[in-house]
């Protein structure tokens, strides 16, 4: 089973930029589709990045436009590029990838 473990969260002001990375196991990661998925406190999960086998990619309107989602598939790792933060992205960040796998996540805070 495809394990993903998520980093690069923390705690960071509003208008800054951050990077998280999510690392995959397994030798089958560039035929995987990955995406980016967070939960803000007390709502439900949202789906936010996805990145096809092909690398085409689709973001919601939500982050369109400050988040970039890439995939180094020689790492077997997937990124996901924010900035302008705002407040209302605050939550946990997960990554999945096309077979349900779904990594623990990591914090991301953004303080005003």
């Known amino acids: 089973q495809v394990q993903l473990v998520e980093s690069g969260g923390g705690l960071v002001q509003a208008g800054v930029s951050l990077r998280l990375s999510c690392a995959a196991s397994?030798?089958?990661?560039?035929?995987?589709?990955m995406g980016w998925l967070r939960q803000a406190p007390g709502k439900g999960l949202e789906w936010i990045a996805g990145i096809k086998s092909d690398y085409g990619i689709t973001y919601a309107d939500s982050v369109k436009g400050r988040f970039t989602i890439s995939r180094d598939n020689a790492k077997n790792t997937v990124y996901l590029e924010m900035n302008n933060l705002k407040t209302e992205d605050t939550g946990v960040y997960y990554c999945a990838n096309s077979e349900g796998s779904r990594g623990q996540g990591t914090q991301v805070t953004v303080s005003s």
């Open positions: 397994g030798r089958t990661f560039s035929s995987y589709a």
